[in-house]
């Protein structure tokens, strides 16, 4: 199964800055996602991110706030813009791991607080 | 997708079995049915999918109904560390997932 590693795993930002999340994927894959947690609650898409083209956003979500980056098969970039306190989430990246079976495989995520 | 519904919580006697139900009454022909689970701090983990058949594997039966419009996972030995929310959700295979706010199911001694 594909190894997915992200980082930061954590990290306390202030309001107003920006973090980037970094997600590194062991083998080459064709879609990846990022999704976002909110305490206590389910899972929300954030986007889609596929290799040579723009990523595409759910609705609530815009590019100026989370900007993606992936700029090869094995690598994504969300970045969490201009923070508040209710951006404090685990932040996950998840790949298509089985085209066939549809299964989804996901890192660990990154929690992410703001102050 | 179609929506499901699952109630939020269950609980199991370890070594017993967990039957979580599933309703997706407008499931359409091609929507596949997903269980996954997340245990606290984790990503969540794929269990089991299936189309219209009952399905098996290391980790769970799926049970479908006739009319696909519910299906129930099946741990058949429940263990401590089953305890974890528990995803239904209905797509079309191959791309993004979108779940809803699961099952929360604790495995008792």
């Known amino acids: 199964s594909a190894v997915i590693s992200q980082k930061p795993s954590r990290d306390i930002c202030q309001r107003g800055t920006s973090l980037t999340i970094q997600c590194q994927v062991d083998?080459?894959?064709?879609?990846m996602f990022w999704y976002r947690q909110q305490p206590g609650q389910s899972l929300t898409l954030i986007a889609t991110?596929?290799?040579?083209?723009?990523?595409?956003?759910e609705s609530g979500f815009v590019i100026d706030k989370f900007p993606i980056s992936r700029p090869n098969l094995t690598f994504s970039t969300l970045t969490v813009s201009n923070m508040s306190p209710e951006d404090s989430s685990i932040y996950l990246c998840?790949?298509?791991?089985?085209?066939?079976?549809?299964?989804?495989?996901f890192g660990e995520g990154s929690r992410l607080t703001v102050l | 997708d179609a929506k499901t519904t699952q109630p939020p919580s269950m609980d199991c006697a370890e070594g017993r079995a967990a039957n979580l139900p599933c309703n997706h009454s407008?499931?359409?022909?091609?929507?596949?049915v997903y269980w996954y689970r997340q245990i606290h701090s984790q990503g969540p983990q794929y269990i089991i999918h299936?189309?219209?058949n009952n399905e098996t594997n290391e980790m769970a039966s799926l049970i479908i109904t006739e009319d696909r419009k519910s299906s129930t996972l099946i741990l058949p030995h429940a263990t401590l560390r089953d305890t974890a929310v528990y995803y239904c959700?209905?797509?079309?295979?191959?791309?993004?997932?979108?779940f809803g706010a699961g099952t929360r199911l604790t495995v008792k001694p």
């Open positions: 083998s080459q894959v064709t879609m």
């Open positions: 959700i209905v797509r079309v295979g191959g791309n993004d997932m979108r």
């Open positions: 299936g189309l219209k």
């Open positions: 998840s790949v298509l791991r089985d085209s066939y079976t549809g299964e989804l495989f």
């Open positions: 991110a596929n290799q040579g083209s723009e990523a595409t956003y």
């Open positions: 407008t499931i359409s022909g091609n929507e596949y």
